[in-house]
Protein backbone atom coordinates (compact mmCIF):
# COMPACT_ATOMS: atom_id res chain seq x y z
CA UNK A 1 0.00 0.00 0.00
CA UNK A 2 1.53 3.49 -1.29
CA UNK A 3 1.95 6.34 1.19
CA UNK A 4 1.07 9.23 0.16
CA UNK A 5 2.23 12.92 1.51
CA UNK A 6 -0.59 15.67 1.06
CA UNK A 7 -0.06 19.17 2.24
CA UNK A 8 -3.13 21.60 3.41
CA UNK A 9 -3.75 24.60 0.89
CA UNK A 10 -4.69 26.59 4.47
CA UNK A 11 -2.91 26.59 6.94
CA UNK A 12 0.06 24.64 5.47
CA UNK A 13 0.44 21.20 7.48
CA UNK A 14 1.63 18.06 6.15
CA UNK A 15 -0.07 15.00 6.60
CA UNK A 16 0.30 10.79 5.19
CA UNK A 17 -2.70 9.04 4.12
CA UNK A 18 -2.22 5.42 3.40
CA UNK A 19 -4.03 4.97 -0.31
CA UNK A 20 -4.28 2.05 -2.94
CA UNK A 21 -2.78 2.90 -5.89
CA UNK A 22 -5.16 3.75 -8.48
CA UNK A 23 -6.68 7.18 -5.92
CA UNK A 24 -8.88 9.22 -8.10
CA UNK A 25 -9.10 13.08 -7.77
CA UNK A 26 -12.03 12.82 -7.15
CA UNK A 27 -10.89 10.93 -3.85
CA UNK A 28 -8.48 13.28 -3.17
CA UNK A 29 -10.07 16.50 -3.56
CA UNK A 30 -12.44 14.57 -0.69
CA UNK A 31 -9.24 14.44 2.25
CA UNK A 32 -9.45 16.49 5.12
CA UNK A 33 -6.32 18.17 6.98
CA UNK A 34 -6.77 16.96 10.11
CA UNK A 35 -5.65 19.85 11.95
CA UNK A 36 -8.22 22.78 10.21
CA UNK A 37 -10.69 20.28 8.03
CA UNK A 38 -9.81 21.79 5.23
CA UNK A 39 -10.88 19.61 1.85
CA UNK A 40 -8.53 19.65 -1.30
CA UNK A 41 -5.11 19.08 0.19
CA UNK A 42 -2.36 19.49 -2.35
CA UNK A 43 -0.41 16.56 -3.18
CA UNK A 44 3.59 16.79 -2.45
CA UNK A 45 4.98 13.20 -2.95
CA UNK A 46 4.18 9.63 -2.92
CA UNK A 47 6.50 7.03 -0.82
CA UNK A 48 5.97 3.62 -1.48
CA UNK A 49 6.26 1.49 1.92
CA UNK A 50 8.28 -1.06 1.61
CA UNK A 51 11.01 0.56 -1.13
CA UNK A 52 13.18 -2.35 -2.87
CA UNK A 53 15.97 -0.87 -4.49
CA UNK A 54 16.32 -2.16 -7.89
CA UNK A 55 19.41 -3.72 -9.06
CA UNK A 56 19.45 -1.95 -12.82
CA UNK A 57 22.40 0.41 -14.33
CA UNK A 58 24.97 -0.07 -11.46
CA UNK A 59 27.41 -1.29 -13.87
CA UNK A 60 30.16 1.52 -14.35
CA UNK A 61 31.33 2.07 -17.82
CA UNK A 62 35.02 2.54 -16.10
CA UNK A 63 36.37 -0.46 -18.64
CA UNK A 64 39.44 1.47 -20.25
CA UNK A 65 40.08 0.89 -23.59
CA UNK A 66 43.83 -0.50 -24.63
CA UNK A 67 45.48 1.74 -26.55
CA UNK A 68 47.60 -0.45 -28.81
ZN1 LIG B 1 -5.14 22.53 7.35
Do not use: H, W
Amino acid sequence: MPLYEYQCRQCGDQFEILQRMSVTAEEIAGLECPQCGTSNPKKTLSVFSGQTSSPSLNMAADCGIPSG
